[in-house]
Every structure is written in C-alpha cells, then in structure tokens.
C-alpha cells in the first residue's frame, strides 16, 4: 500500500475527535503522503497547530486572510489548495461545518478551500459527533446532499462517546482513515481488477406514480444491490449506487443516489453510460407505469377500476446496446423455482456478460432477506451455482467471476 506523494488535504473540524489527527497525520508521512492541513478557529481549541504544522512539515491553514502577505498568491490559497490537492479529507467534521459544506457557505478557509477542489478529486468527510446530534433531522438531510453530490460520507462507529453516553458517532481510529484514503485517491497498490473502475450499480424498486397519494411497487429491500456496491468500492471501485426508495445506511465510499421511478433511475443510468466501465443492474425496475399518473387523488366509485399500464424502459438492455468492448453490462433475474432457461434468455437478449439467477422463497433467497442463493451464468454460458451465502458474500463471489470476465476480455 502506498501513499507516495499524493497530496492530502485535511480539514479538522473543531470536535474532540481531533485529537486523533496528529497520529493521522504521521500514519500518512509515513506513507510519504504530502499533507496540508487547514483548521477551523474551533478546531484550534482540541489541537495546536505547533502539532500540525511539526507533524505536516506544513504551515497550517486557518485564515483566508493571511496575517501579513508574505507572497503574492497568499490571499488565494483557497483556491490554489483545492488545485493541489488529490484528495479532500474532514475528519472530524462537526455538525455545524457539515452544515456550511451543503449550504455552500465559504466563510473560513476550511470551507472555501472545500468548494474549489477539482470536481473529480475524492471528498472524503468523517461526521464525528454526539450520537444525538448526528441523528438529528439537519444533520442527516445535510451529509445526505452532501452524498449525493459527490462527497463519500464515513458514517461514524457506534462505542463510548466524549459524552460519556454510547451511541454512533465515533470517528474511526486512524489507521482505519488511512486505508479509506489510499482506497479513495488510488495510492492503494491493489490486484483488485476493480481497482480504479467505475462501477455503477442499481438497487432497490422502483415507484411508479398512480397519482399523487398512491404507487405501483415492489417488495425489494436493495440489500443485493448495496451489497455489491459496498463490495465493489471495498475493492477499491469508483461506485456510484442508484436506488429506489430503500431504507439501508449508504455503504463506505460508495456515492448514493436516490430516485424514485425507473423513468427517474435510467436517466441517471443514462448520464453514465459513458463513463461507465462496469454496470450492474441490481434494481428491481417495475416492468410497468401507470399511463398517465392522476394529478390529486383518485375518488373511489364504481365497483372495479382499470388502470392503463405503459411499458417502462429496459435499463439494463439500454446499456448493453450502447456498450463498447471495455464495457460490461451485469444483470439479475429473479424467477419462480426452476426457470434457469428464462435467465439463458436473458442474458441473451439483453446481451449481458453475466447474470445472476434467483430464485425467492421468502426465507432464504430472493427480496428483504440478508441471504441469497445464486446462480451466475457469463456470456460463455458458463455456470456456476452458489450455496446459500449472505448477500455480502454473494457479492463477492459475483464481483470475483467479474474480475475474471475482465481479465479474459484482456
Ligand atoms: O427482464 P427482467 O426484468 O426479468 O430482467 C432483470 C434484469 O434487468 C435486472 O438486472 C434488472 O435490474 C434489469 N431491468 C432493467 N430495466 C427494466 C427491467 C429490468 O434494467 N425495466
């Protein structure tokens, strides 16, 4: 693993936790990693900047007017700090900075110089905080805009907080935010043939608006979905997770956006098609919309009522008939016990590299269930049955036979 002169950014907030980062600090120089570290006023309170600057072999960043201006681009080191860097650590980041950073307030030199890294460079923010606090309404509405536009959110460990009470909101030791970060600006020599791919995974069902109070649905949790998007990025994947409504935590280092209907998920799919290296439709797409959704609510009347149904767009089939060769187009079919044919034809149709054939049976494999039995057929025809395996462990089982489908495709 290696760290080797990537520029770090790192932003302390002013919360207890800080006085982690001194040793976060060395973790990195060892790696010889060039560290910048800025502060908040409150920052300076847990943490001396003698510490820092020693530690860094870097002067520490806290005003964006600098005392006396000692070189021409002084009062611009805002932005000349967001060009520099690799990667944008905040660790800890505290409730009242998570506010200003979804707000787009650049009122100190930590949140300025946040707004002008580059748009492709790693965000990285460790909410540390009372257990409360982190579970209060803003806090959670903040870091979920902040995940949704970019920033990878390291939702914080359950333990013994400051407070004195146990609850989540524990920033990760040290060595665990090292190997976040080498995860996240690519320092990490990996085998991983994800390493470094885009991936980007759909999760969850979809909802197809009858009218404004009411839906058509399905019982999909998302696990698989976000199992494999967890999965991927562990192994060092750029993943972004498209998902329909689903009640999980966003997985470590995963990007998350959320939609509601399939028309909604594939125009998010479709912005990515480019860009894209690896696509794996995990979401259970209602294969039908209501015609046109009803504005209000629909009166109760006659004894029985029609609803006329349009076809909704095949997500996954899209994709796969745009795909260049590096691309490859990952799918699932769910089907009553015993249609493993359906799921040949699937693959065939929608011109897939692999699918995953499941079955349901409501207690071990299929919707809401932590566990799933799998069945994955690659565009050789080549199949292999999994045993009854958690969703996490079927994830990595899927992504292995994808590394070596990438690793033939050479
Ligand atoms: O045709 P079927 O719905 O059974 O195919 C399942 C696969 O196709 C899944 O991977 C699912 O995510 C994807 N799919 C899609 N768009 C649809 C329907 C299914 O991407 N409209």
């Known amino acids: 693993m290696s760290l080797k002169g990537k520029h770090i950014l790192l932003g302390i907030c002013g919360g207890i936790a800080a006085y982690k980062i001194p040793m976060l600090i060395r973790l990195l120089k060892k790696q010889e990693a060039c560290v910048r570290v800025v502060v908040t006023e409150a920052a300076t309170r847990f943490v001396t900047e003698l ?3 020693t530690l860094s072999q870097e002067p520490v960043c806290k005003n964006i007017f600098p005392d006396s201006f000692s070189t021409e681009d002084d009062w611009t080191r805002h932005i000349s700090m967001g060009e ?15 506010a200003k950073l979804a707000a787009g307030i650049c009122d100190n030199m930590l949140s300025a110089s946040f707004i002008t890294l580059r748009p492709n460079k790693p965000k990285l923010i460790f909410p540390a905080m009372d257990g409360e606090m982190f579970a209060s309404a803003s806090v959670q509405r903040n870091l979920s805009w902040l995940s949704q536009n970019g920033c990878v959110i390291i939702n914080p460990e359950s333990g013994d907080l400051a407070s004195g009470q146990c609850g989540t909101g524990r920033m990760p030791e040290p060595e665990t935010i090292v190997e976040m ?5 690519g320092g990490k020599s990996r085998n991983s043939k994800l390493y470094g791919k885009s991936v980007v995974v759909t999760a969850g069902p979809t909802r197809e608006k009858i009218d404004d109070v009411r839906f058509i649905s399905n019982y999909s949790s998302g696990k698989m979905g976000f199992a494999l998007a967890s999965a991927a990025a562990a192994r060092g994947a750029w993943v972004t997770l498209i998902t329909g409504p689903a009640s999980l935590p966003t ?34 797409i209602a294969d039908y919309r209501p015609g046109k959704p009803v504005e209000g609510k629909i009166k109760k009347s006659n004894e029985t009522m029609e609803l006329s149904l349009v076809k909704n767009p095949d997500i996954l089939a899209g994709f796969s008939e745009q795909k260049k060769p590096h691309q490859l187009a990952v799918g699932f079919s769910l089907e009553t016990a015993g249609n493993l044919q359906n799921a040949r034809e699937k693959l065939e149709q929608k011109k897939l590299d692999l699918i995953a054939y499941n079955t349901f049976d409501g207690k071990t494999s299929g919707f809401e269930v932590d566990t799933n039995i799998l069945t994955l057929i690659d565009k050789n025809l080549a199949l292999r049955e999994l045993p009854l395996l958690s969703k996490r462990a079927a994830a990595e089982r899927t992504l292995d036979i994808i590394e070596e489908l990438i690793s033939s495709d050479k």
């Not at 520099?84 to 998570?98: E, F, G, L, R, S």
């Open 251 to 284: 997985p470590d280092g995963v990007n998350r956006l959320d939609v509601e209907s399939a028309e909604e998920m594939n125009h998010e799919v479709k912005a990515r098609y480019a860009t894209c290296d690896i696509f794996i439709g995990a979401a259970a």
């Open 84 to 98: 520099w860097a690799d990667a944008y650590v905040i660790a800890p980041a505290t409730a009242n900075t998570i």
């Open 51 to 53: 510490t820092l600057s």
């Open 181 to 185: 970060i080498a995860g996240a600006v």
